[in-house]
């Protein structure tokens, strides 16, 4: 056996290790933004724009929210450098440790009440530290899986991590709703809506555990192993893999605002506009975040059979047809519809994309550079579409004097932007498992 294939040999690691480890960070990132996303709706611009008007308060806590997706691109940009210089498993022993001790200090930060103006300046610098911390993780989580997964089945392991978004959003979900539900609004407002973000820290415990017993993945150890590390892999990406790198981005706009339109969005909304009890919108985020658990996997393993671009398709394109839909099914009064117009939202047009992105995206990308590529395509989205997304909903709505057809149309562009250039991108559905043993395919293109 030579160096290389001593570098690579599968039996270092049970892959169901490397699944665990990769899942567990993603629950934690995935937690900690919806707990941040929902206080920001419901709790921060009470206690940390409390001189405002309630709904300028509103907006100001989503800016704060959108300021954590703002510094994204650039934890991409460092840790995906670091990724393909040095590897995977150190980055994303770093990045969980930022973005749980950034998490946990939101819990014993003080308000405005008691701190003025630096409350809000602590919080700021706090969400841009768990930013910069998240725009690192997703890349390393995805490859841990991704590079050690058997051949033909890339789709479905690559999709296992993404599971973290409903499992955080249900962990998160349901903290919340046993919170807020052991205690009066004034208390909750007082000092409850502490507790979710001091209780991530046995998370966090949990995750470092875990991933300080994993290994190197194969594809970057052969890559290690023959010398051929990209000194400046985002400059790299950028010049060899324009075209790819631009339809990974759009790959993510669809369901990346979508989703944050559903899952904290709607909070406001539904309860400022349509006067709906908070735990309305939970119980469809709980039960939607559940069946998420199922229908992830599912698509993951369909894109195995039928490719990756006709997924990604089928959901942004029922994305587009669903958007007024939607609002009129949160209109409808009914506990029932409501829940049911989030769960579609979720379970169809999100983790269809989503699911299958995770694939997609790497496979546009060789391994000396695909942590550089997928973070920067991943993120730059993120911080552009998922940041702002409560924020230019917020405002439309207002704008249009509470009604919802501004964000109905924002949403069907969204849709678009994701829908036509990956129609126009070719299959890559077994072109990276072709890939495997070569180090320095840097011309590969699927474009």
């Not at 001790?101 to 308000?111: C, D, H, I």
Request: charged residues 15%; neutral net charge; glycine residues 10%.
């Amino acid at each position: 056996m030579n160096a290389i294939d001593a570098a690579v040999a599968p039996e270092e690691i049970p892959l169901r290790r490397v699944v665990v480890a990769s899942l567990i960070g993603s629950v934690i990132e995935w937690y900690d933004y919806i707990i941040y996303g929902t206080m920001a709706a419901l709790v921060f611009n009470k206690i940390f724009f409390p001189d405002f008007d309630p709904a300028v308060g509103t907006l100001l806590a989503f800016a704060t929210f959108a300021i954590g997706f703002l510094a994204r691109p650039l934890g991409g940009a460092i840790f995906g450098h670091y990724g393909d210089r040095l590897g995977r498993k150190s980055m994303l022993v770093i990045t969980l440790m930022l973005m749980g001790v950034a998490t946990f200090l939101f819990g014993v930060l003080p308000t405005y009440e008691t701190a003025g103006i630096f409350a809000p300046i602590a919080l700021v610098t706090l969400r841009f530290i768990q930013g910069l911390a998240v725009g690192g993780e997703w890349g390393g989580a995805t490859l841990m899986t991704m590079e050690y997964s058997p051949a033909g089945r890339r789709g479905f392991f690559s999709s296992l991590p993404q599971i973290g978004v409903p499992a955080g959003l249900l962990l998160s979900t349901v903290t919340l709703a046993i919170v807020t539900g052991a205690m009066s609004d004034e208390e909750f407002l007082a000092w409850g809506w502490r507790l979710p973000f001091l209780l991530s820290l046995i998370l966090v415990a949990v995750g470092l555990f875990i991933r300080l017993k994993i290994v190197e993945t194969p594809e970057f150890a052969q890559v290690k192993a023959s010398g051929t590390e990209a000194k400046l892999p985002l400059v790299d990406v950028v010049r060899s893999h324009p075209r790819n790198l631009l339809i990974a981005a759009a790959t993510r706009v669809a369901n990346n605002g979508l989703f944050y339109i559903l899952t904290v969005f709607t909070i406001s909304y539904g309860t400022g506009e349509l006067g709906l009890d908070k735990d309305v919108i939970f119980r469809g985020v709980i039960i939607g975040s559940a069946v998420g658990l199922l229908t992830i996997p599912a698509y993951g393993a369909l894109s195995d059979r039928v490719g990756r671009r006709p997924v990604i398709l089928g959901g942004a394109v029922f994305m587009a047809l669903f958007a007024f839909p939607l609002f009129i099914m949160l209109g409808s009064g009914s506990s029932f519809i409501i829940a049911l117009g989030i769960i579609l939202g979720l379970n169809i047009s999100h983790d269809s994309q989503y699911a299958t992105q995770a694939a997609f995206i790497c496979e546009l990308f060789p391994p000396r550079l695909r942590y550089s590529g997928i973070s920067l395509a991943y993120q730059l989205p993120s911080a552009v579409v998922g940041g702002l997304a409560p924020l230019i909903a917020s405002g439309l709505v207002i704008w249009a004097g509470g009604a919802y057809w501004g964000v109905a149309l924002y949403m069907i562009g969204l849709a678009l932007i994701t829908i036509i250039p990956v129609y126009l991108a070719k299959e890559t559905l077994n072109r990276a498992d072709s890939d495997r043993g070569s180090v320095a395919h840097d011309s590969a293109q699927v474009s």
